[in-house]
């Protein structure tokens, strides 16, 4: 029995067993975090205007709410500009949600930078 570097009293499968099953729980806590991104982009869909109903009561996307704001003086290119930044704005929180549930803790840090750009 060696106990070097495994903790009180541990054999080495012991120990990678338990440090196997705590991987499988980061992981599926990383998986079932990932699926916040899935619901920030449908309330995005509804506060964005996406949608033929437009709650923007309960969620508001800064960015897009300055763009319409500031934005009409562009003309007959405004309403196609605001409809192209909400819908890149969905799919970008769509995509990292993906790349979340894959396993890629970079997407966590990615949106909360992103998100914070409003």
Do not use: C, H
């Amino acid at each position: 029995m060696q106990t070097l570097n495994v903790g009180a009293g541990r054999t080495d499968e012991e120990y990678k067993e338990t440090e196997e099953k705590r991987r499988a729980d980061l992981r599926a806590d990383s998986q079932s975090d990932a699926n916040f991104f899935f619901w920030a982009a449908g309330l995005a869909v509804l506060g964005t205007g996406l949608l033929p109903i437009r709650l923007n009561i309960f969620v508001s996307i800064g960015a897009i709410d300055l763009l319409s704001f500031y934005g009409r003086s562009l003309g007959p290119v405004y309403s196609a500009l605001l409809q192209l930044a909400s819908l890149m704005w969905v799919l970008i929180l769509v995509a990292l949600g993906f790349i979340g549930r894959s396993g890629y803790r970079w997407a966590f840090l990615a949106a909360s930078f992103y998100t914070g750009l409003t």
